[in-house]
């Protein structure tokens, strides 16, 4: 069953058509993958799903509810965590979890109860008490996840929830997200690095620009690069002329240099290698390091849009 239907949503900022015409599904219990660059339209994807803001046009419908007619049904469904931490930080954890649960109409003793699993789910039990202003980046996150979960729904869309913290908070998260999609709940899941949405997603959209340029499983979109390779080379003093040098070489399908990487797709990645190293060395390009690989997600996004998804 689909607990999320999107109908040809569009988002205008003035001229700027933040999200162009998007349709999808997500179906119960799927961990649903957002995955774009910088200013793709998924926090604003996101903010129409929650109904924190209005769509242009289209609708979507969240357990058969729409965010247009029914915001107020809608919201009782969804758990949104958004990009930015949205917490009191005078307050402790347990005093924000308690003015959360009583926006949703919660009684003192459910949220008590709630407050404990919650801070348990998240690692934070033994701060519980202590102002978020005393917590760590990484604590104000999870603490962030806490706060959208306390009305118990059966969606949860989190708006890039590792974006600046440290690693073992990112594994903490992610494991965090895994564990409640076991317990039963829907994900929806943004983020622009694509490593978290292949390890973590059933389904992936690829946004670029307001639309929705591929859709499918981690393995579907890898197809769209067909058989193709991607060689990633670490490079320093990349010569200006490397990649029109890099494209004489047969077979070398697409080029894209990035700050010190230079990655390459084609069909033939072991068979080109050693053309394109001695085209580096002849450009004096100092190579750091050499890499073949199956396509990821990252050269599916080079493969559609000619862009990376880190630029
Ligand atoms: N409140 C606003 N007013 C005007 N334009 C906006 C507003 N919010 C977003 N935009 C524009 O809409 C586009 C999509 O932005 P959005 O924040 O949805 O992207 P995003 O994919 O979440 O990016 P990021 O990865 O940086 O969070 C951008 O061009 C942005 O400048
Ligand atoms: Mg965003």
């Known amino acids: 069953m689909n607990i999320v239907e999107v109908k040809n949503l569009s988002k205008k900022y003035n001229s700027n058509l933040a999200v162009d015409n998007i349709s999808f599904d997500v179906k119960e219990g799927e961990i ?4 774009g660059p ?6 604003t994807t996101i903010s129409m799903l929650a109904c924190l803001l209005e769509p242009t046009s289209g609708d979507a419908f969240i357990d058969e509810k729409s965010v247009r007619k029914d915001p107020m049904g809608v919201k009782k469904v969804i758990g949104l965590i958004p990009q930015d931490i949205a917490l009191y ?26 407050s404990r699993e ?25 603490i962030n996840i806490a706060a959208g979960l306390i009305h118990r729904p059966k969606l949860i869309m989190l708006d890039e929830p590792t974006v600046g913290i440290d690693p073992q908070t990112r594994i903490n998260i992610l494991e965090t997200v895994i564990n409640l999609n076991k317990m039963g709940m829907t994900i929806i899941y943004t983020s622009h690095y694509m490593e978290e949405v292949e390890m973590l997603c059933n389904r992936i959209a690829i946004m670029n620009e307001g639309k929705i340029i591929a859709m499918g499983t981690k393995d579907e979109l890898r197809m769209l690069v067909g058989g193709k390779d991607i060689i990633r080379i670490d490079a320093t003093d990349i010569h200006p002329r490397t990649s029109e040098t890099l494209d004489t070489i047969d077979d070398v399908d697409k080029i894209k240099i990035i700050k010190n990487q230079i990655e390459i797709l084609s069909d033939y990645g072991r068979r080109v290698l050693s053309s394109v190293i001695s085209k580096l ?3 004096d390009v100092k190579i750091d390091s050499v890499k073949v690989q199956e396509p990821d997600l990252e050269s599916v996004f080079i493969h559609l849009t000619g862009k990376s998804l880190r630029e």
């Not at 649903?32 to 995955?35: T, V």
């Not at 910088?38 to 926090?43: I, L, Q, R, Y």
């Not at 347990?94 to 003793?109: D, R, T």
């Open 38 to 43: 910088n200013g793709a339209g998924k926090s």
């Open 32 to 35: 649903f993958g957002l995955l």
């Open 89 to 114: 930080p005078t307050l402790s954890a347990k005093e924000n979890l308690h003015f959360w649960g009583k926006m949703y109409g919660l009684s003192g003793s459910v949220i008590k109860k709630r």
């Open 118 to 142: 919650i801070l348990e789910i998240v690692g934070l039990s033994e701060r519980a008490k202590d102002r978020i202003d005393t917590y760590s980046g990484g604590m104000k996150r999870r």
């Open 281 to 283: 060395n002849e450009l």
